[in-house]
C-alpha cells in the first residue's frame, strides 16, 4: 500500500499518492497510483507484511525498488516485477521530476488460488507458487516494455472511469487482466532486446560516469552522494551496479586510483613517499603503505629502486 506521508514535503501542488481499490479486496490486491512531480530525489522504506507479488507500471518518471538483496531500477514506459518478503522492507527512491505510476500488489495466496496450470507461465512466478525455489535461491525482479495493453489497463486504472456499486468487480477485472497478459506473456517482439541492449547502454554508461568522477577526485575523500548525483542514480544502486559490472566496489576501484597515480610519481623521483601518499589523498602512512602494498605486492619505498 502506498503511503502518501513521504511524499508530502517534496510534492508540489496537485499531487496523489493513494489506494484505489475498494478494501474488502485489499487481502487479495491493493491498486494505488502515484502522480505528482517532485523538486528534489526522494528515498524511503516502508514494511511488507504479507507474501506479494508487486507490478509497477511506469508511465513516467524513474527510480528504483529494492527487498532483500535484490534491486531494480524503474525506467519510463516499462512494467516492472518485483517479489516482496513478509517481514522484509522495501526500500524505494525517486528521482527530481513528474511521476505516474500505477501499482498492484497481489498477494500469494491469492495468486496460488487463481492459478491452477503453471504450464506455460513465467517459471520464475511458477517456481514462486509452487514453493519450488530453493531456500538461498534469490527472489525475483523482472523489468520490461510495457505493452500496448498493459499500458491501457494501466492508464484506466490510475482514472477509474466507473460508479462505487460496480468499482469492486471493475478492479478486480482490471488487475487479473493485467496479471494474465504479464504472467503468460513474453516481452513483445523485438522489443525485448532492443530494451535489454538500451538498459545495458545505460548500465555502461553510469559505470563510466563514475569511473571518470572517480578519476578526477581521487584525492578527496570518498563522497557517495556526490558520486550518486554525477550518475544520476541511487547511491545503493550506484555501489551495486559499479560491483557488478567491474568486479571491484567503489573504494576498491579508488584505492587503485590513487594507487597508480602514486606510482607514478615515484617513479618520476620527484616525490618522496611522505609526499605522494599525501599527494593522492591518503592522511595515514601505514594506510598508505598497506594499500599500496596490495595493489602493487611491495612497499612503497621500494617500488622505485633497483
Same mark, same amino acid.
Given at each position: ?5 513521504p ?7 496537485g499531487?496523489r499518492v493513494?489506494v484505489l481499490?475498494?478494501s474488502q479486496?485489499h !487481502? ?7 502522480e ?7 528515498e524511503y ?5 504479507t507474501?506479494s ?18 534491486s531494480?531500477r ?5 512494467i516492472n516485477?518485483? /517479489?516482496?518478503?513478509?517481514?522484509t522492507s522495501a526500500?524505494?527512491?525517486? !528521482?527530481?521530476g513528474k511521476?505516474l505510476l ?15 496450470? /503453471?504450464?506455460?507461465m513465467r517459471?520464475?512466478?511458477?517456481k ?5 525455489c ?6 525475483f ?5 510495457v505493452?500496448?495493453?498493459?499500458r491501457s489497463?494501466?492508464q484506466?486504472l490510475s482514472a477509474?472511469p466507473?460508479t462505487?456499486a460496480?468499482s469492486?468487480l471493475?478492479?478486480?477485472?482490471k488487475?487479473t /487482466? ?6 503468460f506473456? !513474453?516481452?513483445?517482439?523485438? /522489443?525485448?532486446?532492443f ?7 545505460v548500465?555502461?554508461?553510469r559505470v563510466?560516469k563514475a ?8 584525492a578527496e575523500?570518498m563522497?557517495l ?5 554525477a550518475?544520476s542514480c541511487?547511491?545503493?544502486?550506484l555501489s551495486?551496479l559499479?560491483s ?7 573504494s576498491?576501484?579508488?584505492r587503485?586510483v590513487?594507487i597508480?597515480?602514486?606510482s607514478e610519481l615515484?617513479e618520476?623521483g620527484?616525490m618522496?613517499?611522505t609526499?605522494?601518499?599525501?599527494e593522492v589523498?591518503?592522511?595515514s ?8 602494498r ?6 612503497p619505498?621500494h617500488?622505485n629502486?633497483g
Amino acid at each position: 500500500m502506498e503511503d502518501p506521508v513521504p511524499w508530502s514535503s517534496s510534492a508540489q501542488k496537485g499531487w496523489r499518492v493513494e489506494v484505489l481499490n475498494p478494501s474488502q479486496d485489499h !487481502e487479495r490486491f491493493i491498486v494505488s497510483v502515484i502522480e505528482l512531480t517532485i523538486d528534489k530525489a526522494l528515498e524511503y522504506e516502508c514494511r511488507v507484511d504479507t507474501n506479494s507479488l508487486n507490478l509497477r507500471i511506469c508511465l513516467q518518471g524513474a527510480g528504483e525498488i529494492r527487498s532483500g538483496d535484490i534491486s531494480q531500477r524503474i525506467l519510463p514506459n516499462t512494467i516492472n516485477a518485483v /517479489e516482496l518478503k513478509v517481514g522484509t522492507s522495501a526500500g524505494c527512491y525517486y !528521482e527530481a521530476g513528474k511521476h505516474l505510476l500505477v501499482n498492484i500488489r497481489f498477494s500469494y495466496w491469492y495468486l496460488a488460488s487463481l492459478f491452477e496450470n /503453471e504450464s506455460n507461465m513465467r517459471s520464475s512466478l511458477s517456481k514462486t507458487l509452487t514453493s519450488k525455489c530453493l531456500e538461498s535461491e534469490r527472489i525475483f525482479s523482472l523489468s520490461e516494455p510495457v505493452g500496448k495493453l498493459p499500458r491501457s489497463i494501466a492508464q484506466s486504472l490510475s482514472a477509474p472511469p466507473i460508479t462505487d456499486a460496480a468499482s469492486s468487480l471493475w478492479f478486480r477485472a482490471k488487475a487479473t /487482466e493485467l496479471l494474465a497478459h504479464w504472467a503468460f506473456t !513474453e516481452p513483445e517482439g523485438s /522489443e525485448a532486446p532492443f530494451f535489454c541492449s538500451r538498459q545495458k547502454r545505460v548500465v555502461i554508461e553510469r559505470v563510466e560516469k563514475a569511473k571518470e568522477y572517480l578519476l578526477n577526485n581521487y584525492a578527496e575523500p570518498m563522497n557517495l552522494t556526490a558520486l550518486a548525483r554525477a550518475t544520476s542514480c541511487s547511491e545503493h544502486y550506484l555501489s551495486r551496479l559499479f560491483s557488478k559490472e567491474t568486479g571491484m566496489t567503489l573504494s576498491r576501484y579508488l584505492r587503485a586510483v590513487r594507487i597508480q597515480k602514486a606510482s607514478e610519481l615515484l617513479e618520476t623521483g620527484k616525490m618522496n613517499v611522505t609526499e605522494a601518499a599525501f599527494e593522492v589523498g591518503y592522511q595515514s602512512l601505514s594506510h598508505f603503505a598497506r594499500a599500496f602494498r596490495q595493489e602493487k605486492g611491495i612497499n612503497p619505498s621500494h617500488f622505485n629502486q633497483g
